[in-house]
């Protein structure tokens, strides 16, 4: 079976553009987060979504969206690009999501984008 | 609030001899604590986890790790190291809501052969 991919997997920007990532989890997961990791640190939690709906957010700026569609893929929408936008950007994907409880995710091997 | 703590930021060992990987964590009730692992250009691959039970958990390619609550650590060990050991390695704490995890700042291993 196909592991968490993501595409595209290197992609440059220029200040103030606008960038689409995008995720597709293992078949029969229904549950989606992003993950930043910024050069030299660890992933930052970004958002969840599941069943098609916001679950949770990080401490990200309204530049920051997300989306997940009926097969349960999902895009990652930042606008208005910063230089300190520049990082990896991590899919995981976990079978279903239990409120309190834990699932275990599976991640991808992420999107490197680069704002110059 | 939640937190992870990796002294370690850059680690450097001879081929064949052990490891240890020190994880720090801030929670207040029994955490869940995990370690990742991430070769350069991949994503991150878990090695192990605590969920609750033996405080000594075994993982993939011959890790284990301690979890001790008296000084809140989760600390990775490998008893010989290979040079496919070579990584970026990651400690990271169950926040409690919906999935979401906390990562340490990682600890980038290097093997000497």
């Known amino acids: 079976d196909a592991g968490v991919t993501q595409s595209p997997t290197h992609l440059i920007k220029t200040r103030g553009q606008q960038v689409t990532l995008r995720c597709s989890p293992i078949?029969?997961?229904?549950?989606v987060s992003w993950y930043q990791q910024v050069l030299g640190q660890g992933p930052q939690f970004i958002f969840q979504?599941?069943?098609?709906?916001?679950?949770g957010r990080g401490n990200f700026p309204d530049r920051f969206s997300a989306r997940q569609f009926p097969n349960y893929s999902s895009e990652l929408n930042v606008n208005a690009l910063l230089l300190g936008d520049s990082a990896l950007y991590l899919c995981?994907?976990?079978?279903?999501?239990?409120?309190?409880?834990?699932?275990?995710?599976?991640f991808g091997p992420g999107t490197r984008l680069t704002v110059l | 609030a939640q937190s992870v703590t990796q002294p370690d930021i850059h680690i450097t060992v001879s081929e064949g001899a052990s490891l240890e990987l020190r994880c720090n964590y801030s929670?207040?009730?029994?955490?869940?604590l995990f370690w990742y692992v991430q070769s350069p250009g991949q994503g991150l691959q878990l090695l192990l986890k605590?969920?609750?039970?033996?405080?000594l958990v075994q993982g993939i390619k011959g890790f284990e790790a301690e979890f001790k609550r008296s000084q809140s650590s989760f600390n990775l060990r490998k008893p010989s190291v290979h040079w496919s050991d070579a990584a970026e390695y990651f400690c990271?704490?169950?926040?409690?809501?919906?999935?979401?995890?906390?990562f340490g700042a990682g600890t980038r291993l290097a093997v000497h052969p």
């Open positions: 929670y207040g009730a029994t955490p869940y």
């Open positions: 990271a704490v169950f926040s409690g809501g919906y999935n979401k995890l906390i």
């Open positions: 995981a994907s976990s079978p279903s999501l239990r409120d309190g409880g834990y699932n275990e995710q599976f």
């Open positions: 605590y969920f609750s039970g033996d405080t």
């Open positions: 979504y599941y069943e098609k709906e916001e679950r």
């Open positions: 078949s029969g997961h229904k549950s």
